[in-house]
């Protein structure tokens, strides 16, 4: 069993000699080291602690009464609970090792009704569950060396044991307790420390196996021992172990040597998919509940909680009443992933958009909502009742998770919005070959999609899914990244560097270069999303002349239609269009125009069906080349006129005339901006305006000259001064990435060096401007004003 450990406090070795506090210049130091010291925790008072405490069962009663839904869903609840007590136990828990989620019904007819039968037959299945020779579900980890003695299964298992016991105690005698706490102690909590957290046993790492196992194993054997700890003192070492083994999880860094990033980066995003960031997260918060129920003492800070659910809510796209969820990675784009939500609402975080969260995920496939399990129906509002349906998420349109190179932005939070999710990260494990990959819902259908995945025992699983061939990405050849980074891990990750969100321009960068560099010198993907036209500009560079092209994964009917690939999925489509180097041939054979965009088919396969052939696509440049710059424009058709787009060419520059209404947006790319020319600049005049920025867009009305008094809106990537005649609209002496809006007052969103000097001109002289959502006061009379600009992001 586990017992308690201490550790001595280390300071400078100086300062231990003799005998002084370091010197600090004023500033106290922080220790070297410092001891752990387990903390004394106590229970609250009561009875039933988890889930169906006396409390929440009367404040059940009431809503049962009160409202017909509830009624309702407590008799299918009852019934399902008078089924399973007359099955045999084998019936119930097939293999005896995997408690189910089903058994709740009968633990809440028991505390609804006291009827002893309910917790005899609880009681009986504890038992034999404590009876396995052991609880692996996974035969085959069992024939592993070193042996895995503990598996996924034991998590669920561990919630489920802890709520049945927590809930059946009063009927139980003493004996009767200690036989069912020294069985999960002995067939449960001891193999899962052994294999995940004690160091005499130990044989799993942070490193190696620190993402969603270890949290889904450790923290769902956690519920059972926080059940069995009022009644079994064995049960308190592994739980002020677990606690800070907990903290360790959420706080690790990451290592070079075991090519592993953070589990999760600054911003609450998880490296392996929405899937597993909601087992992972759903499973700590179940443990953090049960401890928060049980204890007086409050469970461990975790910082980043709220925003790992916040997760969840900004890769779910709301589509004719249900929620769709970016599938990057071994995700499920039709999946209910509100667990994790509940569980955060129940802990002291009661969001309405979580309950607006787990109303649309009841509409997914095989689904309903999780309020009907059990021990949420009994806590938790159903949409029947008051306040119960929730409000839509007030979180910003797009969400930037710099840490994994994690991307989604959208139209709207309303139903049936434009939602594009770019992914250019990590690949490992759950984390796919997809760096620069890019999805599009439009109209509440998928239309530019992610392959997706398979059951991992398929053969298609690894040779495809996994895979560059599986994604939307820029290829060399036919290839992007290594096969093997899908095992080993892409030791230099992908990395979307800058978002900006504001005026109506939003815009992403992802550089694909790190984990394409086998094939790659240069792989940067830029999104321009601007008047509802989203513009892809490839930036590539290979090792060796070569084929580059523009993969594409489609859902629905697709079809070229002149200069578009057109995809139809019900009554949403999008027009893809090739503009750079060349467009499709607008009319004739593809033979009869040999420098136009070539449009090859290529074989995938479904979404979870490995069986059934899917096409996708590759826009393929003429000729053969080391470098390439591909601008493709993505056009998602929405009511009403559809946008004139034109391309630009000039000195230097490639871009694109978007008009829509009565305004237009011109986009320059400098081709001198490309890293072929070093110690020098990358100056250049882009249709009049003198700049070395890597690309620019201006926005101005139908008819207007497009002078600085003219423009309405500005947008400058990677830049350092911009000016027309004697107007300078941007200096700094390092190069920014700006969105101006120039309308009323005028706001600017900024990234780049921090706290250093940026000049910004301005339409009118003002008192105030907006600069990253601040009020900045400025004061004279000069259209130009100096700022030092500005804080982190």
């Not at 008051?386 to 840490?403: E, F």
């Not at 049936?416 to 509440?444: C, E, M, P, Q």
């Not at 490995?610 to 056009?635: C, G, H, M, N, V």
């Not at 490309?674 to 600049?681: A, C, L, T």
Request: proline content about 5%; glycine content about 8%; overall charge neutral.
């Amino acid at each position: 069993m586990l017992k308690s450990k201490r550790y001595a406090v280390a300071w400078p070795f100086a300062a231990l000699m003799l005998g002084l506090v370091p010197f600090t210049s004023g500033v106290q130091a922080e220790p070297v080291a410092v001891q752990i010291i387990d903390r004394k925790l106590t229970v609250r008072s009561g009875g039933v602690h988890l889930a169906f405490s006396d409390e929440a069962l009367r404040s059940f009663k009431a809503r049962i009464a009160a409202n017909p839904e509830v009624a309702q869903q407590w008799q299918r609840v009852k019934a399902d609970a008078d089924r399973q007590i007359a099955a045999p136990i084998r019936e119930i828990v097939k293999d005896g090792r995997r408690l189910p989620d089903g058994l709740e019904s009968i633990v809440l007819a028991y505390r609804m009704t006291g009827d002893g039968r309910y917790a005899a037959k609880l009681h009986d299945i504890l038992k034999a569950f404590c009876a396995q020779a052991n609880l692996v579900t996974d035969a085959p980890l069992l024939q592993r060396d070193p042996v895995w003695n503990s598996d996924l299964g034991m998590g669920f298992s561990g919630e489920m044991f802890g709520l049945i016991y927590d809930s059946i105690r009063d009927t139980l005698t003493p004996a009767e307790r200690r036989v069912l706490t020294s069985g999960y102690l002995e067939k449960l909590a001891t193999p899962v420390f052994n294999d995940w957290i004690d160091g005499r046993r130990r044989i799993h790492t942070l490193d190696t196996m620190g993402h969603n196992w270890w949290a889904h194993i450790v923290f769902g054997t956690g519920v059972g021992l926080v059940a069995i700890s009022r009644d079994d003192a064995r049960a308190m070492p592994y739980l002020t172990r677990l606690e800070t083994a907990g903290t360790e999880w959420w706080d690790y860094k990451g290592s070079r040597i075991e090519t592993k990033i953070p589990t999760f980066d600054q911003d609450g995003g998880n490296l392996e998919s929405v899937n597993y960031a909601e087992l992972a997260v759903g499973t700590y918060l179940e443990f953090r509940l049960a401890w928060q129920e049980m204890f007086n003492e409050k469970p461990a800070d975790a910082p980043l909680l709220e925003t790992s659910v916040d997760f969840l809510l900004h890769n779910a796209y709301p589509a004719n009443g249900k929620l769709l969820h970016v599938n990057f990675g071994d995700g499920n784009i039709d999946k209910n992933y509100s667990r994790a939500a509940a569980n955060l609402w129940l802990s002291g975080r009661p969001r309405e958009d979580y309950l607006w969260y787990m109303t649309a995920s009841a509409g997914a496939e095989k689904s309903e909502d999780i309020r009907y399990q059990p021990r949420y129906l009994v806590n938790i509002p159903l949409p029947s009742e008051k306040g119960g349906k929730g409000q839509r998420p007030n979180l910003p349109l797009s969400a930037w998770y710099r840490g994994i190179g994690w991307a989604t932005l959208r139209s709207s939070w309303d139903d049936n919005a434009t939602f594009l999710a770019v992914r250019s990260g990590f690949t490992w494990n759950h984390s796919h070959a997809d760096a620069g990959s890019f999805i599009l819902f439009h109209k509440g259908k998928p239309l530019l999609i992610d392959s997706g995945n398979s059951s991992y025992g398929r053969k298609e699983y690894d040779d495809y899914y996994r895979q560059t061939a599986a994604h939307n990405v820029a290829t060399f050849n036919g290839k992007a990244e290594p096969a093997e980074d899908t095992y080993i891990g892409s030791h230099n990750s992908g990395s979307i560097p800058n978002l900006l969100d504001g005026a109506g321009i939003k815009y992403v960068f992802a550089d694909a270069t790190g984990p394409t560099s086998a094939y790659f010198a240069r792989n940067f993907r830029h999104f321009l999303w601007v008047d509802d036209v989203i513009l892809v500009y490839d930036d590539l560079k290979a090792r060796e002349p070569g084929q580059f092209a523009f993969q594409l994964h489609t859902e629905g009917e697709t079809k070229r239609q002149g200069q578009n690939l057109v995809v139809k999925n019900g009554d949403a489509s999008v027009q893809v269009r090739p503009l750079f180097p060349a467009p499709f041939p607008d009319a004739g054979l593809p033979t009869d125009y040999p420098e136009n965009m070539r449009l090859r088919e290529l074989q995938g396969y479904a979404d979870h069906a490995p069986d059934t052939r899917t096409t996708y696509y590759a826009f393929e440049p003429a000729e053969k080349s080391e470098r390439q710059k591909i601008l493709t424009a993505i056009i998602p058709q929405s009511e009403g006129p559809a946008p004139k787009i034109e391309r630009l060419t000039g000195m230097d520059m490639i871009g694109a005339r978007i008009q829509r209404g009565d305004r237009v947006t011109e986009v320059y790319i400098n081709l001198k901006a490309d890293g072929s020319i070093k110690h020098r600049n990358a100056t250049a005049t882009l249709m009049g305006w003198e700049t070395d920025a890597y690309m620019v867009a201006i926005t101005y009305k139908v008819g207007a000259t497009p002078s600085p008094d003219a423009i309405e809106r500005l947008f400058v990537a990677d830049g350092s001064y911009l000016r027309k005649g004697d107007s300078l609209l941007l200096d700094s002496l390092s190069k920014r990435f700006l969105i101006a809006d120039y309308k009323a007052e005028p706001k600017f969103w900024v990234q780049g060096q921090t706290d250093a000097e940026l000049g910004l001109w301005l339409p009118r002289v003002g008192k105030t401007i907006e600069v990253n959502g601040a009020a900045v006061p400025v004061a004279g009379n000069s259209r130009f004003v100096r700022l030092r600009c500005c804080a982190p992001q």
